[in-house]
């Protein structure tokens, strides 16, 4: 069946700090990926997606690249700011399906 | 703000009781997807209604029902509810016929506790 797999958390960094959450997946055919991030009390936000092999999807400073070679969409970001302190969920959705597959979400900490 | 929004925020219920969760899509939406979020997991994709019919379901069980009205908002209900259907309720609402089939938006969530 369709997963998706992030690295654990909590990730606590400092402030300017280079980021890096691992996101690998398993699924047939190709789907497309995306990541999304949840703040305290809130909902769901998707911050980028990525649709074909190769494609890079950016926002906010966020970048992630879709590697169908090793079935990744690490999430990156060069300075991360204490703003950014979420829960990241990496999530897969193919084509014709109707529903999204969620990774169990990493916990993110900046600290000033 | 997405424009997609849940009633009521919080809620507690004793097991055994019968729950339904509301949500009112973002204007133009005409499906909504609802997703049950355990404490620190991910979502799980419960079912989706299009156009006031079901549309795909996940593994839940029967007892997890749902609706959708004419004006696309949408409700989901619980019988006999378990200590384990505590958790975080988030529906999303989407337009696969307007811009990404992919975008979903989602609500702020509704609490669940089940004592």
């Known amino acids: 069946g369709n997963s998706v797999t992030q690295m654990e958390g909590p990730v606590t960094l400092s402030e300017e700090a280079f980021l890096t959450i691992n996101c690998t997946y398993t699924a047939t055919g190709y789907p497309s990926l995306f990541w999304y991030v949840q703040y305290p ?27 169908k070679e090793t079935t990744s969409f690490h999430l990156e970001k060069g300075s991360v700011q204490v703003s950014d302190s979420a829960v990241y969920f990496c999530a897969l959705r193919h084509n014709y399906g109707q529903n999204f597959v969620f990774g169990p979400g990493t916990r993110l900490s900046v600290l000033p | 703000e997405t424009g997609v929004t849940q009633s009521p925020t919080h809620l507690i219920k004793t097991r055994g009781q019968q729950v339904t969760l509301r949500c009112s899509s973002q204007s133009g939406h005409n499906t909504v997807s609802w997703y049950q979020q355990a404490l620190g997991q991910g979502p799980q ?40 259907d505590s958790a975080l309720y988030l529906c999303a609402s989407s337009n696969p016929l307007r811009g990404s089939s992919y975008e979903q938006y989602f609500g702020p969530g509704t609490r669940l506790t089940v004592t």
């Open chain 2, 45 to 84: 994709f419960i079912f989706q209604y299009y156009r006031e019919e079901e549309n795909g379901r996940g593994n839940f069980p029967p007892r997890f029902s749902g609706l959708q009205f004419p004006n696309y908002s949408s409700e989901l209900n619980v019988n006999a509810l378990e200590l384990d």
């Open chain 1, 41 to 67: 009390g809130e909902g769901l936000q998707l911050l980028l997606k990525a649709t074909k092999a190769d494609d890079k999807g950016s926002n906010k400073g966020f970048e992630a690249t879709y590697r």
